[in-house]
Every structure is written in C-alpha cells, then in structure tokens.
C-alpha cells in the first residue's frame, strides 16, 4: 500500500462543475500537508497548504482531517485553465525529512 | 516567492555518456536540496536529499555511484548521471527548502527532461 493514496482519475468535468478530490495517507507521523498542481511536462507547483481547521483560496478549498489521516480539496466553478494534475504531498520528519507525494489526480474540465 | 532553476532544461545524450544537471536557488540559501524523478505518467519518486558540505543520502534502490549529488554551497547541486543508458530518460527535477522558512514547503525547479538515446 503506498504511503499517499490518491484516485488518478481523470475526472471530466464541465466548465462551471465542483469537483472533489480525496487522499488518504497512512503514516500517522506525517506533519505537513499539501496540494500541489502539476502541469503537463512542468514542474509541481503549490497549490496550497491544508491545515486542520481547513483553508479557502477563492475557488479552492481544502481540508484535512487527522483522525482519519484524510485530506481534500473542492474545486467550485471549474476553469478549463483548472485541467491540470493534482498531487497530494506529505511531509514528515521521521528519521529524515520527507516529502511524499501522491500518484497524481488528473483533471479534464472541457467547454 | 522563492525562485530555484535547473540547466538545462532538456538534454539528449547517448548511451554511456554522463549527464550532468544543476540545480540553484536564485534568492534563497536553501539547506536541503532533494532530487526527484519523474516517468510517464508516475508521481515524483525521490531519489536523494542533499545537505550543503554533506554526502547525500540515497533512497532505496537509487545506485550512489551512477547518481552522483554534489551539494558544495547553499545555492548550487548538481547531478551527474553516470554513463546514461536509455532507461533513465526521464523528467529530472530538483527542489529546496529555504534555510530562512520555517515551514516544510519546497521550492521546485522547472526539471531537466532527459533523453538517451
């Protein structure tokens, strides 16, 4: 079982549509959690962080929760610009830093 | 934010050559340095973190002596792909974390997609 699990999707959607995207991790010492988009050939880029009382970037809202070491994030109002490759990623400091992302959730949003 | 680069950002080699890719943090000292790899349609799989003045330390599975990590100061690593065969095309990409940032977030680079030919 990989540490970050993610659905890879795709998810089709239509411009306008809220989309919902789920990861669970299982290190229960994991500190930091974020989402990150990742662009085709591109590298990943914040998206945002999640934090427990849950955050809101405009469209964007994420949430994690640590009891069942589950994190999401709602796209409302989806953007064709939105279609894009959605990482989840963890961090601990267990015997080392680490960063672990996610497979990936793909998003299509079309016209 | 916090800017890091890669050179190049492509490159095609042949088979038995060695690649060298570098990373540098433009406006940050960054004390970690990480290195990832990316195939097709896969997730970032680390390969080795790198501390400024210290050897790096490889993940399991990732060959030391074909990935060479050389993190001499706090701006600038750099990895040698050693005598590159055709199965390590693949997209290369490097991140830091700020010396100054409390936070576990990262910078990433752009990435270097190589090919071996």
């Known amino acids: 079982r990989k540490e970050v699990e993610q659905d890879p999707g795709p998810f089709n959607v239509p411009e306008g549509a809220t989309v919902a995207f789920n990861c669970t991790y299982s290190n229960s010492a994991s500190q930091s959690f974020f989402w990150y988009r990742q662009d085709c050939r591109k590298e990943p880029k914040l998206l945002m962080s999640?934090?427990?009382s849950g955050n809101e970037d405009g469209r964007f809202t994420a949430q994690l929760n640590r009891a069942s070491q589950y994190i999401s994030l709602l796209i409302r109002d989806s953007k064709l610009s939105d279609s894009a490759t959605y990482l989840c990623v963890v961090t601990r400091n267990t015997g080392g830093f680490k960063t672990i992302f996610g497979a990936g959730t793909r998003l299509f949003v079309k016209a | 934010g916090a800017v890091v680069s890669q050179h190049p950002s492509w490159v095609i080699c042949k088979s038995g050559t060695s690649v060298k890719i570098e990373c540098r943090s433009l406006?940050?000292?960054?004390?970690?340095m990480f290195w990832y790899r990316q195939f097709p349609k896969q997730s970032l799989m680390l390969m080795a973190t790198?501390?400024?003045?210290?050897?790096?330390?490889?993940e399991q599975g990732v060959e030391k002596d074909k990935f060479l990590i050389n993190h001499a100061s706090l701006t600038l690593s750099t990895l040698t792909v050693t005598s590159a065969h055709p199965e390590d095309s693949s997209f290369y990409i490097c991140?830091?974390?700020?010396?100054?940032?409390?936070?576990?977030?990262?910078?990433f680079g752009p990435g270097t997609r190589l090919t071996v030919t």
């Open positions: 991140s830091a974390r700020s010396l100054s940032v409390s936070s576990y977030e990262q910078y």
């Open positions: 999640v934090y427990s």
């Open positions: 790198s501390n400024e003045g210290s050897k790096a330390t490889y």
């Open positions: 406006d940050f000292q960054a004390t970690t």
